[in-house]
């Protein structure tokens, strides 16, 4: 079975900082994706990652992915309160298999 | 542009009802996924949909639940006899063309009481 692990599961961070957070897979795979939610709201795609090695940026985000070690990260830089969110990462098997996603990270940026 | 829409946006049922809950492609699409999100928690994959047939599916997805492309073009999710448990955001998703990431609907907040 395929578990996706996130950390840490609430952040709360000052603007202007750094953080990262970590997503943990169990299986193999070359495909992972990071979404984010707003309260109330669905899911909008941020990145998605299909090599080991990848990274993609958008603005202040920037996501990698380390298939060797079943690790992606998704970086925040100089933090702005309009980041404040919950990010998912999840993982699939293949083209057209199911989405298995991690608890999420419910991230605030305080003024 | 949302590649799919979803009706109705909240549906309030009673325990023990049958909802039928909608998916509505933008354009044509193979795929279709739907997950379910209960307040607070992560997203659960509940059933995928290929080529107008069930190709996986979740161990959520028990006789209660079924799905169909009964016009061949909206795709929908039936919940024979919902429970309290059941209440929960409903999402459709699709993968856009030329893209695997699968991109989700607006939802349908389902409450059972």
Known sequence: ?111 | EPEVTQTPSHQVTQMGQEVILRCVPISNHLYFYWYRQILGQKVEFLVSFYNNEISEKSEIFDDQFSVERPDGSNFTLKIRSTKLEDSAMYFCATPRASTDTQYFGPGTRLTVL
Not at chain 1, 7 to 29: D, V
Not at chain 1, 42 to 62: T, Y
């Open chain 1, 1 to 111: 079975e395929l578990k996706v692990e996130q950390n840490p599961l609430f952040l709360s961070m000052q603007e202007g900082k750094n953080y990262t957070i970590y997503c943990n897979y169990s299986t193999t795979s070359d495909r992972l994706y990071w979404y984010r939610q707003d309260p109330g709201k669905s899911l909008e795609s941020l990145f998605v990652l299909l090599s080991n090695g990848a990274v993609k940026q958008e603005g202040r985000l920037m996501a990698s992915l380390d298939t060797k070690a079943r690790l992606s990260t998704l970086h925040i830089t100089a933090a702005v309160h309009d980041l404040s969110a919950t990010y998912f990462c999840a993982v699939d098997k293949g083209s057209g298999s199911r989405l298995t996603f991690g608890e999420g990270t419910q991230l605030t940026v305080n003024p």
